[in-house]
Nanobody
Framework: QVQLVESGGGLVQTGGSLRLSCAAS????????MGWFRQAPGKEREFVAV????????YYADSVKGRFTISRDNAKNTVYLQMNSLNAEDTAVYYC???????????????????WGKGTLVTVSS
């Protein structure tokens, strides 16, 4: 059974940083694109960032560009989201996702993702 388990969420002050991790089990995702999405209270889930299978290509939502960095360590079957300069608008449950293929797709709401974690809560306080 495929599992994506997020960790690293928590409470942080405005301007602070957090690093989220997503560990995959049940199968390896070394040859698959992966991504991060988030859902704020009362809002729909939205795209944050994606990365292709090798880590050589990434894409970000405009709202996080320049502040967040997605990366991966294929030897550890893990993808990361480094979040800097956090603000209240970043408060959300963050979900890890994985694709069945090597590349993400810019069309569609899910950017080609097929597997989803259960999420980790990030709360940014002022």
């Amino acid at each position: 059974q495929v599992q994506l388990v997020e960790s690293g969420g928590g409470l942080v002050q405005t301007g602070g940083s957090l690093r989220l991790s997503c560990a995959a089990s049940g199968r390896t995702f070394n040859s698959n694109a992966m991504g991060w999405f988030r859902q704020a209270p009362g809002k729909e889930r939205e795209f944050v960032a994606v990365i292709n299978w090798s880590g050589g290509s990434t894409y970000y939502a405009d709202s996080v560009k320049g502040r967040f960095t997605i990366s991966r360590d294929n030897a550890k079957n893990t993808v990361y989201l480094q979040m800097n300069s956090l603000n209240a608008e970043d408060t959300a449950v963050y979900y890890c996702a994985a694709s069945s293929g090597r590349y993400y797709y810019l069309g569609g709401a899910n950017y080609g993702m097929d597997y989803w974690g259960k999420g980790t809560l990030v709360t940014v306080s002022s």
